[in-house]
């Protein structure tokens, strides 16, 4: 079964802009990860978050999580037409939500 | 350098007939994936091999099976595909099973992409 919720489905934006997606899971973690996938690839890691920590950085790539919330969101700052891909969360069950499909027009 | 290698890209069969989908990897990891993905979907778990210890999702129907020969290779069998059954189909690893708070970042292969006619 389906444990995060990504939001919103899909986002466009022009490069440069920064880009927020959120996802919201339904059980406790331990641990949640972010994910991206380019059109009809392979999923790639970027970014993992512990239940213990509230903000990472990674590059363009700011994490946040709050776990009295059961949320967490991906900021991709500076975005580039290359950032146009779909992006999942991960809870520590190797449960994937339905991810947002960022599109970053040039 | 591949790490997952997911045979062949692009698989197509004929509704009903058996289809199998090959993994494999030069991680050496002891955990592989198999995963469904439909259009516009999330990737969706069927079943995981931590070593040879088969764990199957209560909700992957039992016309999905898998096999692990070895460390490197994994297979999905599908014994009677179906129009339902086209999908992409991912592999991934990890050096060690989910779990108790464990971390485990993922490898994906490239994925199958599999047409039912």
């Known amino acids: 079964s389906q444990q995060g919720e990504e939001d919103p489905q899909a986002l466009s934006i022009q490069e440069g802009e920064n880009a927020t997606m959120n996802c919201s899971y339904k059980t406790s973690i331990n641990n949640l990860q972010w994910y991206r996938q380019n059109s009809g690839r392979g999923l790639v890691h970027l970014i993992l978050i512990r239940s213990n920590e509230r903000e990472k950085h990674s590059g363009r790539l700011r994490v946040t999580l709050d776990t009295s919330k059961k949320s967490s969101s991906l900021l991709i700052t500076a975005s580039r037409a290359a950032d146009t891909a779909s992006y999942f969360c991960a809870t520590d069950d190797m449960r994937f939500g339905a991810g947002t499909r960022l599109t970053v027009k040039p | 350098d591949a790490m997952v290698i997911q045979n062949p890209r692009y698989q197509v069969t004929q509704f009903g007939k058996p289809v199998t989908l090959s993994c494999s990897q030069t991680l050496n990891h002891n955990v592989m994936y198999w995963y469904q993905q439909k259009s516009s979907q999330a990737p969706k778990l069927l079943f995981h091999y931590y070593d040879k210890d088969f764990n199957n999702e209560a909700d992957t129907p039992d016309n999905f099976q898998s096999r692990r020969p070895n460390t490197s290779f994994c297979f999905l069998d599908i014994r009677s595909p179906g129009l339902g059954d086209a999908a992409m189909y991912l592999c991934?690893?990890?050096?060690?099973?989910f779990g108790q708070g464990r971390l485990q970042t993922q490898y994906f292969g490239p994925g199958t992409r599999l047409l039912v006619l």
């Open positions: 991934a690893t990890s050096r060690d099973q």
